[in-house]
């Protein structure tokens, strides 16, 4: 192992050994982590819940209360040889095995807590310069809305309805565009910062930035080409409707693209889930990023509704964040903008005051800093935590944070 946080550099991953079916007749059955007495004693796959105990075989039971029989006192039987499993190592914010839903959760804040001068500084350095940005461009190009009135007809014209939106669109797809930029930063810089914190070892934003700057490019590519995917996909299922539309039958044209399209977004969720992990595959394992696809793929299979889950959770957490720090800066908004800011809101044609827009930035900016983190931190440890169960990466970690590599 080096210094830099990729445990498992490209072609000598343990998940790329073959499946289980693929197994010799002589050859143990059962998954990698649990074949490792070669390595010493271990405890990942095997340590039982607090109260239960490790037989010699490794077989996992209830400790013996039953005051009469067999046992240590009477010459062997069931009682010789308990022992009860060691506690897993913790050389930094998670214990190092399998982990549970809150641990992921608590390891991420508990890296923005241990760490929460470089977290912080990461995180609000990129939110300045992205909600910066937005504010610029919006008050520039898109301060004045042109409403929705015109598809608001009962036969609005196919330019009418471009027209609206492009308007709708303009200043949202700017919004997007310079998100996903920001993310990818974060992403890139926050998971080295989470893996160094995972085996307790300090980190400066010089080092996470020397760290993760050579595979910028390539997160970029990876964070862009998959909601490429997505919106390809469901293009795909909205196909069929949207011809059958142009040939002259809209009402059954229209019914066809929407059931299309929610048959799209539902592969296209499954598509997210499936390559999650792949950004933390790209930049710890400095993998490419057709790679990094195939490893999340690969890490994810098998616990596809867990990852999901686990995904879900932490939007949620995200969302809730956020709205704790934009609703009170936006109502601060409101009252600068007076009633053009609520009209402004509700897709009126109006136009609003600069004012406005820098407090609605200010929010975006409080809301970014704390948010990035839990969303890039979590997608880490959950990374982790799937090689750490099919992998035994705990082993290579106690083994790095024990040696210093």
Not at 95 to 101: A, I, K, Q, S
Not at 236 to 242: I, N, R, S
Not at 369 to 394: C, H, K, W
Request: aromatic share 6%.
């Amino acid at each position: 192992m080096n210094d830099s946080p990729g445990w498992a550099p490209p072609g000598s991953s343990p998940s790329d050994e073959p499946d289980h079916g693929s197994q010799q007749p002589n050859e143990p059955v059962g998954h990698p982590a649990q074949q490792r007495p070669a390595r010493g004693a271990t405890w990942a796959r095997q340590q039982p819940p607090a109260g239960r105990w490790t037989a010699p075989d490794g077989g996992i039971s209830t400790p013996p209360t039953h005051p009469a029989g067999p046992g240590p006192a009477n010459g062997g039987g069931w009682g010789t040889g308990w022992r009860q499993a060691p506690p897993a190592p913790r050389p930094g914010v998670i214990p190092l095995r399998p982990l549970g839903v809150s641990e992921i959760l608590d390891g991420a804040i508990a890296t923005m807590r241990t760490h929460w001068r470089t977290v912080l500084g990461v995180s609000l350095a990129v939110s300045v310069v992205a909600q910066g940005l937005i504010t610029v461009v919006t008050g520039l190009w898109f301060r004045t809305t042109s409403g929705t009135g015109s598809v608001d007809k009962p036969d609005p014209t196919l330019g009418e309805t471009l027209e609206a939106i492009r308007s709708a669109m303009g200043s949202s797809s700017v919004t997007l565009l310079v998100g996903v930029l920001g993310t990818i930063v974060t992403t890139a810089l926050l998971t080295m910062v989470t893996a160094r914190a995972v085996l307790g070892r300090p980190v400066s934003t010089g080092e996470a930035w020397g760290d993760a700057r050579p595979r910028l490019l390539q997160l970029c590519g990876l964070l862009l080409l998959i909601p490429a995917i997505a919106a390809a996909v469901i293009g795909v299922g909205m196909a069929p409707g949207l011809l059958l539309a142009a040939v002259g039958v809209p009402s059954e044209g229209a019914a066809l693209a929407s059931l299309g399209a929610l048959a799209g977004t539902g592969v296209a969720i499954w598509l997210w889930v499936r390559f999650s992990l792949a950004a933390p595959a790209l930049m710890l394992e400095k993998q490419g990023i057709m790679s990094a696809l195939r490893r999340s793929a690969k890490l994810v299979r098998g616990a596809w509704w867990r990852v999901f889950g686990i995904q879900l959770l932490s939007i949620v957490l995200v969302f809730i964040v956020a709205a704790i720090v934009e609703v009170p800066t936006s109502a601060v908004a409101m009252a600068f903008g007076g009633d053009s800011a609520i009209d402004y809101l509700s897709g009126e044609s109006v136009s609003v005051g600069w004012a406005f827009l820098i407090v609605v930035g200010i929010g975006g900016v409080i809301s970014s800093a704390i948010t990035f983190p839990i969303s890039a931190g979590v997608t880490a440890l959950l990374y982790m935590d799937q090689r750490i169960r099919r992998e035994a990466l705990d082993l290579e970690l106690a083994r790095a944070a024990g040696s210093g590599d």
